[in-house]
């Protein structure tokens, strides 16, 4: 399979040339603005190199790598600019994450030695990011389900949120699954400096205190300051911060981002986390996913909202999930329960619904069986 290129200048005959001298090589793909480019990145697969020009009316070069770099950060990025002065050389650098830094004019061969070049880079990324991950997922996986034992509550629906998040960017083809899924995986770490009884009242919906709102609103920033700390995870701090922002400009933290500008991982997570903690209190798809919808626009991005719909198939979908009771004994590792675990004689929760169960999870249950009145059997979604 050629390696796949993409060439954004608003010179159509550049474009053109460079097309013919470099499709045998490889499998390339025009744009003429970085917004047309930023579409393209949409529905298609991965890019292993984007050539952006500086100078384009509209998005210039940098803020269009610089965009990229958060949508596609596998991509090797290259400039092509007819401006050669340092300075632009070093915002491109410093702003849009530059591998190369060419000047126009430009030969196709010497172009083509540069892509072949791109594309080892590309390639090289891929496999550090990819070893990188595999050790980095098994280890917040790991700390996660430590702290749902502790807490089932705050912890036991993030890998809901994962999966569903990681859906919805899958929807949009984002090369961002690896971290918007650490960043659902870790959000609720800035939680835990909030009281329990603070996090009770949110569950509920219950009004908020000044004092208690503010103590809310200041978590995600706690957690993404406590997780940029961690080598190589500063991509998802940043998703992290952002994911209470509102997409008209509301909400914390309070910088003049809006819209677009905010990252899509945090407009996705700012959905999934809502969806999933209404649903605890409302245990109605329908009910909860037209209350997104009625904030579609301000508080969420309506793209997201409309690819959550197709997702959990809320307009007009048959809510008649199919359960099924086991015992204690016949639980596996990756059913999901349908319901609260607890323990009867005090409604102590021990797991949460949602949560997918694993061999610590199991364990916890029989422990707490022994002696006490849990409730059992247990409910277990078996459509998922």
């Not at 053109?16 to 001298?21: A, D, E, G, H, V």
């Not at 917004?35 to 210039?60: H, R, S």
Request: glycine letters at 6%.
């Amino acid at each position: 399979m050629k390696p796949r290129i993409l060439l954004v200048d608003d010179d159509t005959l550049l474009l053109r040339s460079l097309n013919r001298i470099l499709r045998e090589e490889f499998e390339i793909t025009t744009a003429e603005s970085g917004e047309e480019a930023l579409k393209v990145l949409f529905g298609a697969e991965p890019f292993a190199v984007v050539v952006a020009d500086m100078k384009m009316p509209g998005m210039d070069g940098i803020k269009f790598l610089d965009q990229w770099r958060f949508l596609a950060p596998n991509t090797t990025r290259v400039m092509l600019t007819g401006q050669a002065d340092l300075s632009t050389a070093i915002d491109a650098v410093n702003q849009g994450h530059v591998f190369r830094f060419l000047t126009k004019p430009i030969k196709g061969d010497d172009l083509r030695l540069v892509l072949v070049d791109s594309v080892n880079q590309h390639e090289l990324i891929v496999a550090e990011r990819t070893l990188l991950e595999q050790t980095l997922t098994g280890s917040v996986q790991t700390l996660v389900e430590l702290l749902s034992l502790f807490d089932p509550r705050g912890f036991g629906r993030t890998k809901e949120m994962r999966d569903l998040a990681v859906e919805i960017a899958g929807k949009f083809s984002l090369d961002v699954g690896w971290d918007l899924g650490l960043a659902a995986l870790l959000s609720r770490i800035g939680w835990l400096a909030i009281p329990v009884e603070v996090q009770s009242k949110l569950v509920r919906g219950e009004r908020l205190t000044v004092q208690e709102n503010e103590m809310a609103l200041r978590a995600p920033e706690v957690g993404a300051n406590i997780i940029a700390n961690i080598p190589r995870l500063q991509s998802v701090a940043r998703l992290i911060r952002y994911s209470t922002k509102h997409f008209d400009g509301t909400g914390y933290p309070a910088e003049h981002i809006a819209g677009d500008d905010i990252p899509i991982g945090s407009r996705i997570l700012l959905v999934v986390h809502d969806y999933v903690t209404r649903l605890q209190v409302r245990q109605s798809k329908v009910v909860v996913f037209s209350e997104i919808e009625a904030a579609s626009g301000t508080k969420y991005d309506p793209a997201v909202v409309t690819i959550l719909g197709e997702v959990v198939h809320a307009v007009g979908a048959n809510e008649a999930e199919k359960h099924v009771m086991l015992a204690l004994e016949d639980l596996q590792p990756g059913m999901v329960l349908a319901d609260d675990v607890f323990v009867k004689n005090n409604d102590v929760v021990i797991l949460t619904m949602g949560t997918r169960l694993n061999l610590l999870h199991i364990e916890k249950l029989r422990n707490y069986a022994v002696g006490t009145s849990l409730a059992n059997p247990i409910l277990i979604n078996r459509t998922v």
